[in-house]
Nanobody, 123 residues
């Protein structure tokens, strides 16, 4: 199983970016998908999560500006980030709680992580 995050970049304050997370492999189902961010020297922070049925949660600092969504058919998650602020600058990581099939086609539960995608917001 692999998670691939993309969409990071450099944007001015007030601008927007859309991050994507693609899960691939012998995936049986994905329950919760999450976006985290991390600044060097600080702990990784949960930014938003979304269940398979679409229930969402956000950290207070991004409420009203960020929107998490997913496409279950494509095993994709997205993070639409609007009105970006310099304090949003970080490496953003996606994670998924999922079931995949092992070599014997047995379901295995796992939390998988993607590589980070860097978001830089200039003032």
């Amino acid at each position: 199983v692999q998670l691939q995050a993309s969409g990071g970049g450099v944007v001015q304050a007030g601008g927007s970016l859309r991050l994507s997370c693609a899960a691939s492999g012998r995936i049986s189902s994905i329950t919760t998908m999450r976006w985290y961010r991390q600044v060097p020297g600080k702990e990784r922070e949960l930014v938003a999560d979304i269940t398979r049925t679409g229930s969402t949660n956000y950290v207070d600092s991004v409420k009203g500006r960020f929107t998490i969504s997913r496409d279950n058919a494509k095993n994709m998650a997205y993070l639409q980030m609007n009105n970006l602020k310099p304090e949003d600058t970080a490496a953003y990581y996606c994670a998924a709680d999922l079931y995949y099939l092992d070599g014997a086609s047995n379901p295995v539960v796992s939390r998988s992580w993607g590589q980070g995608t860097l978001v830089t917001v200039s003032s």
